[in-house]
């Protein structure tokens, strides 16, 4: 079974832009949670997908936002980006919703804001 | 809500040693507690897990153990290797809540 994909893997924008990263999580999964990576911060929840609904958000600002798609599918976006939001992005899937079910993480998306 | 501690921040140690990385956390509703291992590059990979009606499970050389009176469960790995060199992260979490991850800990095994 294929594991959890994200793309792109890498990104540069500078201040101010936009973007939208994607993950593909595990065949079967229907539960998609993101979360933010930063040294100074460490793993920081930012949301969950199930069934194409949010079930579950954290502590961020409305810049973060995010959709599933009919197929599990998810992407995040992020607005006017500013410098601290360089990170990396990692979604996790898992088969049923709820933090408790065993999450399987992708690679990753390093994000640099300049 | 949820807090997680993780010590220590670093530890190296001998190829064939034991480590051992202990975690605390404060939400006494806390009911799933994975651990995960992340290498340069990549995501975080788990490793091993336990749920709270258990107090220890162990999988070859890696075991985790948990003490719901203390809120503390802790990471054994023996006879280490090289390769088990990388990041290793507890988390906690109940299935209201999003799951809390500890700050990390940098494992070297030197051969």
């Known amino acids: 079974k294929a594991g959890v994909t994200q793309t792109p893997r890498y990104l540069i924008k500078t201040r101010g832009q936009q973007v939208t990263l994607s993950c593909s999580p595990i065949?079967?999964?229907?539960?998609v949670s993101w979360y933010q990576q930063t040294p100074g911060q460490g793993l920081q929840f930012l949301f969950e997908?199930?069934?194409?609904?949010?079930?579950n958000k954290g502590n961020f600002p409305g810049r973060f936002s995010g959709r599933q798609f009919s197929n599990s599918r998810s992407e995040m976006n992020v607005s006017t980006l500013e410098l601290g939001d360089s990170a990396l992005y990692l979604c996790?899937?898992?088969?049923?919703?709820?933090?408790?079910?065993?999450?399987?993480f992708g690679p990753g998306t390093r994000l640099t804001v300049l | 809500g949820e807090n997680v501690e993780q010590h220590p921040s670093t530890l190296s140690v001998q190829e064939g040693d034991s480590a051992v990385i202990k975690c605390t956390y404060s939400d006494s509703a806390s009911n799933y507690f994975p651990w995960y291992k992340q290498e340069l590059g990549k995501g975080p990979q788990l490793i091993i897990d336990i749920r709270s009606n258990v107090g220890e499970k162990k999988d070859q050389r890696i075991a985790v153990t948990l003490n719901k009176t203390a809120k503390h469960f802790s990471l054994h790995i023996t006879e280490t290797q090289p390769e088990d060199s990388a990041v290793y992260f507890c988390a906690a979490s109940d299935n209201n809540n999003d799951m809390r991850f500890g700050a990390g800990t940098r494992l070297t095994v030197k051969p």
């Open positions: 996790a899937s898992s088969s049923r919703a709820g933090s408790t079910d065993t999450q399987y």
């Open positions: 065949s079967g999964h229907r539960s």
């Open positions: 997908y199930f069934s194409e609904t949010q079930r």
